[in-house]
């Protein structure tokens, strides 16, 4: 388990009057206290992790954020923003002695302006409300993370958030014209606006998936596209998952850029099967789900040229949606792949490496080979188009010792994505989950660059702690101002969570929502 | 002059150096910036290709591999730069070629930037050394990447101010199978922007939308044959041109390499380039009444030649967005804020993320001012 935050106990017994303080900012009912109410914001998605902050306060303007954050300057206290609380790395995971700032009441749509192809929204605007409020137009917002109905626009910009159409329409930065930013010392500023790129230094660049760590985004402006006339999806089975892996390379070779490029191995396969029904060829090893869209003349022209390289590299069968409910059967089963995982199983336990396409049946097999070295199940579900990897450790909580072979499982596996060209996390980010494994793909002075620029911003490290940085570099880094927090921190003071990591969806957080 | 070998070598440079310095590439934009009073560290030996799989859609070079290395390599394999990056030799009429280390510095990309992306979105990791002669990496060799800090974006038109960029990695692109280009004649300026307008809202998938005065609006499309014939006749029918003048293959790319090179206007002295919401074009236009101009990006990117830089002015008839001061003589630039200057709380950031990288000041000190 990786170390929460120790508090500072001078901050804890100041708790009273800080809530008076507060109370003066936000109105009575947009501040949280009692410790039954601070219960719902204890944790996000990765609920392994728990802890009740000293307050929760849900601003209703952005300049009851300002004020907040100047009054936490002013006193020297931790603030830990949080959006829906969807993460899956433990990013709006509280410390005890932090406010939680719920940005939830900022939820209004400020300007759709077709002219320039982009809508105004407040932070606390769910990403999927974007695309409903200009869908009539035709239009829609590219990034559709899974947790889309829920998910805030103002946490996709602090995660950077992607989704399976992110290998055609990019991620959030890429979908990003502008943000109204607080920063720590509560001053409002405006980065980017309906124009395009940085006319100085790119601060709405490093400001997008920053974890929170930087200031406050409480307002975004974001690109707009057209929607595609069509979609279709190809349902194709491999024997071997280097078959689909090769099939994967020629597709991408041949110029062509599916908007959807989903793989899964067989036990993801039969999870997803038992769990919905849809037809899935449960002989293959491997799965894969191609979407194109475009003009339907295009699209039409793209499935046949898809479907010929898949019959050249083996395919054991190959089907395409003749009718959008076909299409949206075809994703079911991969949409509700991390559910289906959950009944196989007490716990599972995802993971979010990115590696080199080419390397993928390396590293498959050596999962399958971990696996039998830690006794536990793997199902494996892939962004097979730009090489996201999401394998899912099964386990139980309940049997002694299991959690922390499942986390030592998945450090194996995310150690191995760096070992073969790889990076630690694609998309659910870096934040407490893994936070300790950071020096394996960075040396001491790649963090410390990353350090200094998160002090131009907070100089003080009062923002989101705990997450990103490992604290042994942070020990190092900031021993002036807390040298005995921080060695209570790396000598293991976190209480026994209750929970597990990535909690079955079944049973854990957010149960109704897809994840992919 | 100093020319290091490898990035050893330009760390210790850099480390050791008791004066300014202004790394230099192949110095094909030299002429933009602030002039820089320094001693010059050439990079030129910082060169080739390290590492290029094409079915990965990635590229890794040393930061002073020339574009046009870069552009054969990918040639070969049918793929290409989707950022378009434009070449300014001409516009600057400097000497030297433009490499992808310089690039990427810039940020400077091309017609296809509204659908493909800047620069800054394809430049995936790097390896540099800061102005404290620091060795460090940030991003990585996978597009889609989320461990740490988006470094790429914060060097991406930084100018060499905050690190010196020894090895680069961007993603790479498929190029299209087909390409054409609509030519529609006598729009007047906001006739042509609503063209344009009309044409990026739709679903045709216009990859490139410009408006050159005298010649025409001229409207992109690539991909593979169907579907640009689809979206051709699509396109014919949302503007109502049932008889479109239409510029294929050589004639199409042509058309475009000369808009990212802003062609038209290598004959002025003074050349402004505005970033500006594409709405608002017209009223710029309007408010500058320039004495020639050129649009890009479907208005959002306005080219202006002058005689007088007049920065004042020219930055007094924004409504949003930046203007930079792309072309001037050395001592027109040495008395006018050339980029865009970060105004309240944003310039005490910029100072301090330049203190961060660079705290002695020694990397192009001034470009950016």
């Known amino acids: 388990m990786v170390s929460l935050p120790e508090p500072d106990p001078a901050i804890l017994a100041r708790r009273p009057q800080i809530v008076r303080a507060l109370r003066a900012i936000v109105p009575p009912e947009c501040l949280i206290e009692d410790a039954l109410q601070l219960a719902a914001y204890e944790t996000d998605a990765l609920t392994a992790y728990r802890q009740k902050p000293l307050a929760v306060a849900l601003p209703q303007t952005v300049e009851q954020v300002s004020d907040l954050l100047r009054f936490a300057h002013r006193e020297g206290l931790s603030i830990v923003a949080r959006g829906a609380g969807t993460s899956l790395s433990g990013g709006a995971v509280p410390a005890a002695d932090a406010i939680v700032i719920g940005l939830a009441k900022l939820s209004r749509i400020l300007a759709i302006d077709y002219e320039n192809r982009c809508v105004v929204a407040q932070c606390g605007v769910t990403n999927l409300a974007i695309s409903h409020a200009v869908a009539a137009r035709g239009f829609f917002y590219a990034p559709d993370p899974s947790s889309q109905v829920a998910c805030t626009i103002g946490g996709n910009v602090a995660e950077n958030s992607g989704g399976v159409h992110c290998l055609k329409y990019g991620l959030t930065t890429h979908n990003l014209l502008g943000v109204q930013l607080v920063l720590p010392d509560g001053e409002i500023v405006r980065l980017g606006g309906r124009h395009l790129d940085s006319g100085h230094y790119d601060l709405l660049g490093i400001v997008t998936g920053s974890e929170g760590l930087l200031g406050i985004v409480t307002e975004v402006t974001v690109r707009i596209l057209s929607r595609p006339p069509s979609a279709r999806a190809l349902l194709v089975g491999f024997a071997t998952t280097e078959g689909a892996g090769a099939c994967v390379a020629a597709i991408i070779a041949a110029g062509i850029v599916p908007a959807g490029l989903e793989m899964m191995d067989a036990p993801a396969i039969h999870a997803a099967e038992a769990f919905v029904h849809v037809g899935y060829p449960l002989e293959a090893e491997a799965l894969l789900i191609v979407e194109l869209d475009g003009p339907a003349a295009e699209v039409d022209y793209l499935l046949g040229r898809v479907s010929e390289l898949a019959r050249e590299h083996g395919a054991s069968s190959c089907k395409a949606s003749a009718s959008e409910t076909e299409r949206l059967a075809f994703w079911a089963g991969r949409k509700s792949a991390f559910p289906a995982v959950g009944r196989l199983s007490p716990d599972y336990y995802c993971m979010d490496g990115t590696i080199p396409r080419r390397e993928l049946p390396r590293v498959l097999r050596a999962i399958a080979q971990m696996s039998e070295r830690y006794g536990l199940r793997v199902a494996n579900v892939f962004h097979a188009g730009d090489g996201n990897l999401h394998p899912l450790i099964l386990y139980d909580a309940n049997q002694p010792g299991e959690l922390e072979r499942a986390e030592a499982f998945g450090a194996d596996i995310l150690r191995l994505c760096v070992d073969v060209g790889g990076v630690l996390t694609g998309e659910h980010g870096v934040g407490i989950e893994k936070r300790d494994l950071m020096p394996y793909q960075f040396t001491a002075v790649d963090l410390e660059v990353q350090r200094r620029v998160k002090a131009v911003f907070d100089p003080a490290a009062r923002f989101n702690p705990g997450k990103v940085f490992p604290s042994l570099h942070r020990c190092a880094e900031e021993g002036r101002m807390h040298v005995h927090s921080e060695a209570h921190r790396s000598a293991g003071a976190a209480e026994r969570p209750a929970g597990a990591p990535g909690r079955g969806e079944g049973a854990g957080r957010f149960a109704d929502l897809p994840r992919f | ?369």
């Open chain 2, 1 to 369: 002059m100093l020319r290091p070998r490898d990035e050893a070598d330009v760390a210790e440079l850099i480390a050791a150096s008791t004066c300014a310095l202004e790394p230099v590439a192949g110095g094909s934009k030299r002429g933009i910036g602030r002039p820089v009073e320094a001693e010059r560290l050439d990079l030129s030996a910082l060169s080739g290709i390290v590492d290029y799989e094409p079915a990965e859609l990635v590229l890794t070079a040393r930061a002073a591999t020339p574009l046009e290395a870069l552009r054969q390599a990918l040639g070969a394999h049918s793929q290409r730069l989707a950022f378009e990056p434009p070449d300014f030799t001409r516009l600057l009429a400097g000497a030297g070629e433009p490499t992808i280390g310089g690039v990427l510095a810039a940020n400077h990309s091309g017609p296809r930037r509204i659908t493909a992306g800047a620069a800054r979105d394809h430049f995936l990791g790097f390896r540099a050394v800061s102005g404290r002669g620091e060795r460090f990496k940030a991003g990585g060799r996978v597009v889609k990447n989320v461990t740490g800090y988006d470094l790429p974006k914060l060097l991406a038109g930084s100018w060499g101010t905050l690190a010196v960029l020894t090895e680069v990695t961007v993603r790479v692109h498929p190029a299209p199978e087909h390409e054409r280009t609509l030519l529609l004649t006598g729009l007047a300026p906001a006739a042509a922007v609503r063209a344009m307008t009309d044409a990026l809202g739709s679903a045709c998938e216009v990859s490139a939308a410009a408006f050159l005065p005298g010649r025409g609006v001229g409207l992109r499309l690539e991909g593979f044959v169907p579907s640009v014939r689809a979206r051709a006749a699509a396109l014919l029918a949302l503007l109502g041109e049932p008889d479109g003048e239409w510029l294929l293959g050589e004639d199409s790319r042509r058309f475009w390499s000369a808009v990212g090179a802003v062609e038209p206007l290598t004959a002025h002295p003074i050349v402004w380039r505005l970033s500006v919401p594409p709405g608002d074009a017209t009223g710029v236009l309007e408010r500058l009444a320039p004495e020639d101009y050129l649009l890009d990006w479907g208005g959002g990117l306005i080219w202006i030649g002058a005689s007088e830089a007049d920065a004042q002015r020219v930055r007094g008839a924004l409504r949003g967005g930046h203007a930079t001061l792309v072309k001037a003589p050395r001592e027109v630039r040495a008395a006018t804020a050339v980029f865009q200057p970060p105004s309240g709380p944003l310039a005490a950031v910029t100072a301090r993320l330049k203190a961060a990288f660079d705290p002695s000041g020694r990397l192009n000190p001034g470009r950016l001012s």
